[in-house]
């Protein structure tokens, strides 16, 4: 597959309709049933008019049900039905929009993009040379008296200029001209076409004015100012892209962790193969600065791994013999062989990956209404730059078209439509890298005026993992018997209760009581059938134990009951996570405020509330006593953030304005959140709240600017004020204030 993408890709690659290359940038969408969702690069944009350009003609392909396509990050997502369509056609409708279509995820995309920084230098550097040449031919024409320069020698500096500037018409403004003439081919505006306008326009005054030095436009010869405008706008577009590499290096670095090979064993040695022929099952030895190619158990050795990307933990952690490591997480300290448990899409890795992916190709309503802006807006300055020239005609032809060449240059709006997608892919960048994956770009401008955070309580705010410390029983029952039919239920449940009771089952060696129609009922407990009728694991009123008391202390227990009543009780210990204090103050002090919810009976919810100081707290609250809640604090006109454990919690999450999936219960895929937390610090969810109103502050701080920059130098532009030159000047140092000042969220 990577030897294939590496090769041009044909207009309409056929071969990307075999369902086994899907699998390399396509997935089965979460949203959509029977639809596939697929991750794509787009090469040739440069502006929100061409990626409004590009979802236009995808959703025009019969089949395909969603296109997103951000201008920022230059990514696509297409959710299409194999049914109706195959990936040929609606690649080949991005060709013919002008546009080129590569799967992403794969190897050849950083070999491409740095190609193509590689070409963008050139292109720069021959600007930049051709520049410095120019101005020095056009230099004595400024500074030459009268009578000290004859006019043979200034025709000559004329045509030398031409001539060096020839290339930079030819080779650095390439890109320009060939997206200009696909945008009237295609009858559309972007960014592009303004400034190849405003270069053909100067360099044909110029040569005019070069050919016929007698002739109206004789001394209209504006070469110096030419190449300075490409040569400005070439560096702003050269840094834009590094930046935007930058600002979206935390997705990057996680594509590349995994590596080419690894050594696995064929039965007498290992051997080096590459990581696409691993499969489930096989026995690996990962060396010393190595990633781990798959999710496994440790076999053999001991040793450091490095799972910061993965989880937000910065700190390496210890692995030995039968515990898990993790695909992406890097040796550390010394070999290991290791079991391969999970491959490919089913990694955590994989999912992760997909997530970081799915919020660089989305676009939030301040980014959608800059896009719905960026064309109109475009039509308008030719508009304005036409009757500019219209007006100032009168005072001479080279002069009005030297106006014209301003006002097309300086009101190009690269600014507003960068303002809004660098600002959050550089806090997105950073926030993966801290432990929280963004699903959603829109959850950061949500999460910025939330004033509420409501917290679930089991899995959250408390410690994940609880353990068994006593077992009582009815008269006459053994202990074994009793946890042998408990863990028989526990064994289906995901509630951390449940997995306490099954992990005491197997510490103690009792085998799980083989049980018929078991299920869970959220917020209530497990019910199933044994040859003696049915059983309950749960609540006491689950359990019809009419007197029990659900928590003792810092003990919680859990029943387990029959047709007859109590069968026994399990008391499990529960501690509040250590840095849960500290992030609900934390929160307190950014004047939010905070709520508990439960599904345990009050008394526990209350006594963790407590604990921590939340001032509100509900138990025994159902999922839908919860989203009740919710949508009573919304009605108040209260923006609500919602921080769950992901088990029972999925319709409050999907209704508050913003949620946190918090914990590793769930696979990341299936959860209802916008923000994933992916390691156990708590601490990280004010941590995302103050980077998110950090980040619209620095979003308001761009669309000032790109907004004050159009007021301040189309009036100058209009009046002739403004020269070519200084305008392309104008125009790239705002974009790449933008940029930069985006740029300042991926440090933290």
């Not at 270069?199 to 436009?217: E, I, K, N, R, Y």
């Not at 049980?515 to 006491?540: I, K, N």
């Not at 761009?702 to 030159?725: D, H, I, K, Q, R």
Request: net charge neutral.
């Amino acid at each position: 597959m990577s030897a294939i993408l590496a090769l041009p890709l044909p207009s309409a690659p056929v071969w990307l309709d075999d369902p086994v290359d899907w699998a390399a940038f396509t997935q089965p969408s979460a949203q959509w049933p029977a639809c596939q969702e697929s991750q794509l690069r787009i090469e040739g944009m440069h502006c929100a008019a061409c990626a409004l350009s590009v979802e236009q003609a995808l959703r025009a392909v019969p089949g395909v049900r969603l296109a997103e396509v951000g201008a920022a990050s230059q990514r696509a997502r297409v959710v299409w039905s194999a049914a109706h369509t195959q990936p040929s056609q609606w690649l080949a409708a991005v060709e013919r929009a002008g546009y080129h279509a590569i799967p992403a995820l794969d190897a050849p995309e950083r070999a491409r993009r740095q190609a193509e920084q590689r070409r963008a230098l050139w292109r720069w550097l021959v600007a930049g040379f051709c520049m410095l040449q120019v101005m020095m031919y056009a230099l004595p024409a400024y500074v030459a008296g009268p009578g000290e320069m004859t006019e043979d020698m200034a025709q000559l500096m004329r045509w030398a200029s031409w001539v060096l500037t020839l290339p930079v018409l030819v080779f650095s403004c390439g890109p320009f001209f060939a997206n200009a003439w696909r945008d009237v081919r295609q009858r559309r505006v972007s960014m592009d076409l303004p400034a190849a306008l405003g270069m053909a326009v100067t360099f044909a005054v110029s040569s005019a004015a070069t050919f016929d030095p007698q002739g109206v436009l004789g001394h209209a010869v504006y070469f110096d100012s030419l190449t300075m405008f490409v040569f400005f706008l070439l560096t702003g577009r050269w840094l834009e892209l590094r930046l935007r590499d930058r600002t979206a290096g935390a997705l990057e670095a996680l594509i590349s962790r995994l590596p080419d090979s690894v050594e696995r064993w064929n039965g007498t040695a290992f051997v080096r193969v590459a990581v696409r022929r691993l499969h489930v099952g096989d026995h690996l030895r990962v060396l010393p600065g190595e990633a781990f190619p798959a999710d496994g158990t440790v076999l053999q050795g001991r040793t450091q791994v490095d799972e910061a990307l993965l989880t937000g933990e910065s700190t390496p952690l210890a692995r030995a013999v039968g515990e898990p490591v993790l695909a992406g997480s890097i040796n550390l300290t010394a070999p290991v062989e290791l079991h391969v448990d999970r491959l490919g899409d089913s990694t955590r890795f994989a999912q992760t990956v997909a997530l970081m992916a799915q919020a660089a190709s989305q676009k939030p309503r301040l980014a959608q209404l800059a896009d719905r802006v960026a064309r109109p807006f475009l039509v308008g300055v030719l508009v304005v730059a036409a009757l500019a020239g219209v007006l100032w005609w009168p005072s001479g032809p080279g002069h009005a078209l030297m106006v014209v060449v301003a006002v097309l240059v300086v009101t190009c709006p690269c600014a507003l439509s960068l303002a809004t997608p660098a600002a959050l892919l550089a806090a997105a960048g950073r926030l993966a890298q801290s432990g929280v994956l963004v699903r959603r770009l829109q959850a950061l401008e949500n999460l910025a005026q939330v004033d509420t955070v409501v917290f679930d309580k089991t899995g959250t705010l408390t410690q994940g993992g609880m353990a068994v410390v006593a077992i009582r029983t009815r008269g006459g029952m053994p202990t074994a018997v009793a946890l042998g039919l408990a863990a028989g239920l526990a064994g289906q449940s995901l509630h951390p209760a449940s997995r306490a009771v099954a992990a005491a089952a197997l510490a103690q060696g009792v085998a799980p009581e083989p049980l018929r129609q078991v299920e869970e009922v959220a917020g209530q407990g497990m019910r199933g059938m044994d040859a003696l009728g049915r059983v309950f694991l749960g609540s006491a009123a689950w359990c019809s134990v009419p007197t029990g008391p659900e928590t003792e202390g810092t003990v919680r227990r859990v029943y387990l009951g029959d047709a007859l009543g109590w069968l026994a009780s399990f008391d499990l210990s529960e501690d509040v996570r250590p840095d849960a204090v500290q992030a609900i103050q934390a929160l307190q002090a950014a004047g939010v405020q905070v709520e508990l919810l439960s599904g345990d009976l009050s008394a526990a919810a209350l006594r963790v509330a407590a604990q921590i100081g939340i001032p509100v707290a509900r138990g025994g609250c159902t999922p839908h006593d919860k989203l009740l809640h919710l949508q009573a604090l919304q009605r108040q006109g209260r923006h609500v953030a919602m921080v769950g454990d992901g088990l029972n919690d999925g319709p409050v999450l999907a209704a508050a304005h913003v949620s946190f999936a918090f914990g590793q219960a769930v696979p990341l895929a299936q959860r209802q959140a916008d923000l994933v937390v992916t390691g156990d610090a708590l601490n990280r969810v004010p941590q995302t709240l103050l980077m998110a109103r950090r980040t619209l502050r620095v979003v308001r701080q761009n669309l000032v600017w790109a907004a004050g920059y159009n007021a301040v130098c189309v009036p100058l532009a209009l009046a002739g004020w403004l020269p070519a030159w200084l305008a392309g000047l104008g125009m790239a140092l705002s974009s790449l204030l933008v940029v930069l000042n985006a740029a300042r969220l991926s440090r933290g």
